[in-house]
């Protein structure tokens, strides 16, 4: 996505929820304390990815990395991220510690836009990944949150739209993260819903025993 319409976004959505945005490339964020984020794609990610999943190296859109502590245990895991190829996360050493799939190509617009980790409020890091899949005239941007797990799968606590295009139309939503939840608004919705931390299963859940929050600058606020 164009970095100066995300940098427009990012101004608008100052408003909707505590502290500001962990980075320009996720301007519909916040409350995810102490993020590092990957923005920029390289085909060598896709590469290595590939390599580690041992699948054909054929993600066109390349592949973001960072790198960060998400076991707690103060040394830095690698997470690789592809559109295509999924999500890989690896060790110090470089072995293969938990895994996600990618996504199916929908069309021109697809893009893997940003990979982000930080605390989101749960008492373990979350990951968190922006992707836009679509055509030219109409695509969406969706947010989904994972958490390393048991096993060799990533968790994915949370998936969602958080922005529409049609066109020249852009509806934009947000997302908060708070503690054990979430204020979660829909890009074509006035108000936020309330969504809290299911341990046991493992997602977040949608609260429909509480009331809309409408945060301060969205509109009906």
Same mark, same amino acid.
């Given at each position: 996505?164009?970095?100066?319409?995300?940098?427009?976004?990012?101004?608008?959505?100052?408003?909707?929820? =505590?502290?500001?945005? =962990? *980075?320009?490339?996720?301007?519909?964020?916040?409350?995810?304390?102490?993020?590092?984020?990957?923005? &920029?794609?390289?085909?060598?990610?896709?590469?290595?990815?590939?390599?580690?999943?041992?699948?054909?190296?054929?993600?066109?859109?390349?592949?973001? &990395?960072?790198?960060?502590?998400? &076991?707690?245990?103060?040394?830095?895991?690698?997470?690789?991220? /592809?559109?295509?190829?999924?999500?890989?996360?690896?060790?110090?050493?470089?072995?293969?510690?938990?895994?996600?799939?990618?996504?199916?190509? /929908?069309?021109?617009?697809?893009? !893997? !836009?940003?990979?982000?980790?930080?605390?989101?409020?749960?008492?373990?890091?979350?990951?968190?990944?922006?992707?836009?899949?679509?055509?030219?005239? &109409?695509?969406?941007?969706?947010? /989904?949150?994972?958490?390393?797990?048991?096993?060799?799968?990533?968790?994915?606590?949370?998936?969602?739209?958080?922005? !529409?295009?049609?066109?020249?139309?852009?509806?934009?939503?947000?997302? *908060?993260?708070?503690?054990?939840?979430?204020?979660?608004?829909?890009?074509?919705?006035?108000?936020?819903?309330?969504?809290?931390?299911?341990?046991?299963?493992?997602?977040?859940?949608?609260?429909?025993?509480?009331?809309?929050?409408?945060?301060?600058? *969205?509109?009906?606020?």
């Amino acid at each position: 996505m164009n970095r100066a319409l995300l940098a427009t976004l990012a101004l608008a959505a100052a408003c909707d929820g =505590p502290g500001p945005p =962990p *980075s320009a490339s996720l301007p519909w964020i916040r409350g995810l304390d102490a993020a590092t984020v990957g923005d &920029t794609p390289t085909a060598a990610t896709a590469e290595r990815i590939s390599g580690l999943l041992h699948t054909p190296a054929d993600d066109d859109y390349g592949g973001l &990395t960072l790198r960060a502590d998400l &076991t707690g245990d103060a040394r830095a895991e690698t997470v690789l991220a /592809s559109y295509q190829l999924g999500i890989a996360v690896t060790d110090a050493a470089g072995r293969l510690l938990a895994r996600a799939p990618g996504l199916d190509a /929908s069309g021109s617009a697809d893009e !893997l !836009l940003a990979v982000a980790v930080g605390d989101g409020q749960l008492g373990t890091p979350v990951i968190l990944v922006a992707a836009q899949t679509g055509g030219h005239r &109409t695509s969406a941007i969706s947010l /989904s949150i994972y958490r390393m797990a048991g096993g060799r799968a990533l968790q994915r606590l949370f998936s969602a739209p958080i922005e !529409l295009h049609d066109g020249s139309t852009i509806q934009a939503g947000s997302l *908060s993260f708070i503690p054990g939840g979430l204020l979660y608004r829909a890009p074509d919705a006035a108000s936020a819903t309330r969504w809290t931390f299911n341990a046991r299963r493992g997602r977040y859940e949608h609260r429909d025993d509480l009331p809309p929050q409408t945060p301060v600058g *969205s509109p009906g606020a």
